[in-house]
């Protein structure tokens, strides 16, 4: 009995041992959770440039742990220096049973989705957007059930169909796909997603008809399918989302008519329809979609008259019914829509006259009605319409005068005897129509009878126009003495100083060289005043920015033109245009300058020979004698100026495109113990955003104007379009920089100037920043025109505009100083 208990005991003990051991050897072979994070962060190799000590993992960038210490997060979005690349595959996903969020947005990753990321079983929000992804979409991501946010947007690369098993994330609220380059047909699976709130894909090749499951998602408020292959009609289904807010199915193959079951989207803000193929008329159940704020109809074959009761739709801000064959009269109505800033009706078939209640919307940016019936006159209330900045009434059959629109924001330009025109023409193929007003020389006393006429034209353009140049401004024949400037009034009182000049002769000689200022010598007009070309008896050719007399006796004019006397005899550079004389006659005011035998920037953008004339090397050597000038009055005047107005109508060019930035009459000096509140001015297009709130002027507001200019001078054209993108910067990574590039210029061959045009541009996108504070100064982008820079690394081609704004080619190299 003893013994068998003794059996028993050894028996036990043994077979503990062997369960140790097992034990022990298990666990060798199968490290804690905890252990397997840390392994498997360790051979992904994503940090590898950052620690290897697993233990502080918790602590690396863009790692998030629980209380456990076991990792709830991984977010590169915030940590740009952690590189991915091709070890995206190499992270083993199954070691990490509680991660929830995974973004590597904006990280090149170059390869595919691999099929291993379904065992995130946990996982609630996943962003792979522009990343460079390849491949089809896996059908894996299908296991990631408890996931509620899904996007894999902007990755040119990826082919292939959308999984059908996408239909199994129940729980997903947000699913983009657009700009993907994903073809076939769009799954009925999708249909099941009934928690959907946000449905992207646009910008694929997606074919097909839209699925009448689409119906079943009822929780929808933004569908987004604009920008692919779809046909057939747009499903009935669709209309009874009643909780949609944002509807864009453009730029597809849809057929068929608006029924008029659109009235039930009573939620929708933006309905975007245009480019398809849609006929029939626009129902009159649209007008019950009281908070539309936008409606995009254009490009379609909609007939029948623009219902009237489009004008009860208050909040509407953009409406365009364009290129249809839309027949009868603008409805009066249109002008109760008091927000409105874009009204496109033009390419159909109206008739009737325009109505001149439209001189009331007082926020339109853009009208456009041209190729239309229209007749009668052109109402001079559109001359009321001082925001307006793109305006088309060509091909009509109008008749009668045109009215002024000096007022607005059209660019007014010289037709070569005097005579302000717009440019582009608004009015072409309007025989009827009578030929531009052309100021005539009058008598002083004729002229004291227009004193509205010309205080109605130059107040507005005085505070919110540039001063616009067709020949161009600027310069003297004159040396300064001793860099000082003597003013002495004469005996009349006059104040009239033009170095190494008598002022009297001096004053002789100009008037004897323009015939008393005849048009005949203007050569443009500007916000408060006329520029003319005068030819002095010693041979030198000078321009003469005269004031107005009317505008001479205003006390906004007169303050603006002792502005720039000021600021111009005070201040040196070669790149900023040298002021040489000034008179303030009782007959007339005016200033000297170089006479700049190429004009304005803006004008020779948009020339066709000079803008040729301009190569790349050109074009970025104005870009730094701008940058240069600016970085002078910022950093090296004391106190530093603010110029205020920089745009390309105020960069002059001489007669080898070097560039001069010229009208001081806006110019400030910061008191740098102050404030800085101000009325905002300079020109529409080129002024920093923050000013509209902070009314608060700094060296910053500059700098965005001169990235504003910057990118025009390389795209050849204002960028309006690339300066709305920045909002949503994803909208740039499939937007390459050669395609803004100007295309009338070949693309650069010599790697250097592919490299200064690279590193241009990603200064001017720096410079674009919303906020003033991460602008770079001008002094740093004048130090980084100056630094050397390393090779590109990837063709002109391939590079995005969300790299440059994200500065990924490679900035930085010597410090120097700006020269001046």
Same mark, same amino acid.
């Given at each position: ?254 057929? &068929? $008519?608006? =029924?008029? !079951?659109? @009235? /039930? #989207?009573? +939620?929708?803000? %933006?309905?975007?329809?245009?480019? *398809? ?74 008739? &009737? $006259?325009? =109505?001149? !209640?439209? @001189? /009331? #919307?007082? +926020?339109?940016? %853009?009208?456009?009605?041209?190729? *239309? ?75 004291? $009878? ?371």
């Amino acid at each position: 009995m003893a013994s068998s208990l003794t059996i028993s005991v050894i028996l036990g003990v043994l077979w503990a041992a062997i369960l140790l051991s097992f034990a022990t050897t298990v666990t060798a072979a199968y490290p804690s959770p905890l252990e397997s994070e840390a392994i498997a962060l360790l051979e992904s190799r994503w940090w590898s440039n950052h620690s290897s000590n697993t233990s502080q993992r918790c602590q690396w960038p863009g790692i998030t742990c629980n209380t456990a210490e076991s990792i709830t997060k991984i977010n590169l979005s915030d940590a740009p220096n952690i590189e991915v690349g091709d070890r995206f595959g190499k992270l083993n996903f199954s070691s990490f049973p509680n991660l929830v969020l995974l973004d590597l947005s904006d990280h090149q990753i170059r390869g595919k989705i691999p099929h291993q990321i379904g065992d995130l079983s946990a996982l609630k929000y996943l962003d792979l957007s522009s990343c460079g992804l390849s491949g089809e979409l896996p059908p894996s991501l299908g296991k990631l059930t408890q996931l509620e946010f899904l996007d894999i947007s902007y990755n040119d690369n990826i082919n292939g169909s959308i999984p059908p098993q996408l239909g199994n994330l129940e729980n997903l609220v947000t699913l983009n796909l657009s700009q993907c380059g994903i073809v076939g047909r769009i799954p009925s699976a999708l249909g099941q997603l009934t928690s959907l709130q946000s449905l992207i894909l646009s910008g694929n090749q997606i074919n097909g008809s839209i699925p009448l499951e689409i119906g079943y998602l009822r929780n929808l408020t933004f569908l987004g399918l604009y920008n692919n292959r779809l046909v057939d009609s747009i499903p009935i289904t669709l209309y009874q989302l009643t909780n949609l807010e944002i509807l864009y199915l453009d730029n597809n193959q849809l057929q &068929g $008519s608006i =029924p008029s !079951c659109v @009235g /039930s #989207l009573s +939620k929708m803000q %933006d309905l975007s329809l245009g480019s *398809n193929l849609l006929k029939g008329p626009i129902p009159q159940e649209i007008c019950n979609l009281a908070n539309l704020t936008s409606l995009y109809l254009s490009q379609n074959k909609l007939t029948g008259s623009i219902p009237s009761c489009i004008g009860s739709l208050s909040k509407m801000l953009d409406l365009s019914l364009g290129s249809n064959l839309l027949k009868g009269p603008i409805p009066q109505e249109i002008c109760n829509l008091a927000n409105l800033t874009f009204l496109d009706l033009s390419q159909n078939k109206l008739t &009737g $006259s325009i =109505p001149s !209640c439209i @001189g /009331s #919307l007082s +926020k339109m940016l %853009d009208l456009s009605l041209g190729s *239309n019936l229209l007749k009668g006159s052109i109402p001079k209330e559109i001359g009321k319409l001082f925001d307006l900045s793109n305006l088309n009434l060509s091909f009509n059959q109008l008749s009668g005068p045109i009215p002024i629109l000096s007022a607005t924001h059209l660019y007014i330009v010289d037709a070569g005897n005097g005579c302000e025109k717009i440019f582009p023409d608004p009015f072409e193929g309007n025989s009827d129509l009578s030929p531009y007003m052309c100021p005539t020389p009058v008598t002083e006393k004729a002229n004291s $009878s227009r004193i509205p006429y010309y205080i109605k034209i130059f107040l507005p353009i005085a505070i919110l126009f540039t001063f616009s140049i067709l020949g161009c401004l600027l310069c003297s024949r004159f040396k300064l003495k001793n860099n000082h400037v003597s003013v002495q009034p004469t005996k009349n009182g006059d104040l009239c100083s033009i170095w190494d000049y008598d002022g009297k002769i001096a004053y002789e000689d100009i008037v004897a060289a323009t015939e008393d200022f005849d048009f005949r010598y203007c050569i443009g007009v500007g916000g408060y005043g006329s520029v003319y070309k005068a030819k002095l008896p010693s041979g030198k050719v000078v321009a003469l920015k005269k004031l107005h007399h009317l505008e001479a006796e205003n006390p906004t004019f007169d303050k603006s033109f002792r502005n720039e006397i000021k600021f111009l005899s005070e201040i040196r550079h070669r790149n900023i245009v040298k002021l040489h004389g000034f008179c303030l006659h009782r007959r007339s005011m005016f200033l000297i300058y170089e006479y700049m035998e190429k004009g304005s920037l803006f004008c020779n953008l948009r020339d066709e020979v000079n803008a040729v004339d301009m190569d790349w090397t050109k074009r970025v050597e104005i870009i730094k004698g701008i940058a240069h000038a600016l970085s002078y009055l910022h950093h090296d005047c004391c106190p530093p100026i603010v110029h205020r107005d920089i745009s390309s109508n105020n960069v002059l060019l001489n007669s080898s495109f070097e560039a001069f930035v010229a009208d001081f009459g806006t110019a400030r000096m910061l008191d740098l113990d102050s404030s800085n509140k101000t009325i905002i001015v300079g020109t529409y297009g080129y002024v920093a955003p923050e000013l509209a709130y902070t009314m608060i002027v700094t060296e910053k507001c500059d700098v965005y104007s001169f990235g504003v200019v910057a990118l025009e001078t390389l795209m050849g054209k204002h960028p309006e379009e690339v300066l709305s993108w920045l909002s949503s910067p994803s909208s740039l990574v499939n937007m390459k920089l050669v395609d803004v590039l100007d295309n009338r210029l070949p693309l650069p061959t010599s790697q250097l100037v592919t490299q200064n045009l690279v590193y241009v541009a990603t200064l001017a996108f720096a410079c674009l920043n919303p906020q003033p504070k991460p602008r770079p100064t001008m002094k740093e982008v004048c130090e980084e025109f100056l630094s050397r820079h390393t090779s590109l690394g990837i063709p002109l081609r391939m590079i995005s505009l969300l790299q440059l704004m994200n500065r990924e080619m490679h900035i930085g190299g010597k410090t120097k100083t700006c020269d001046v």
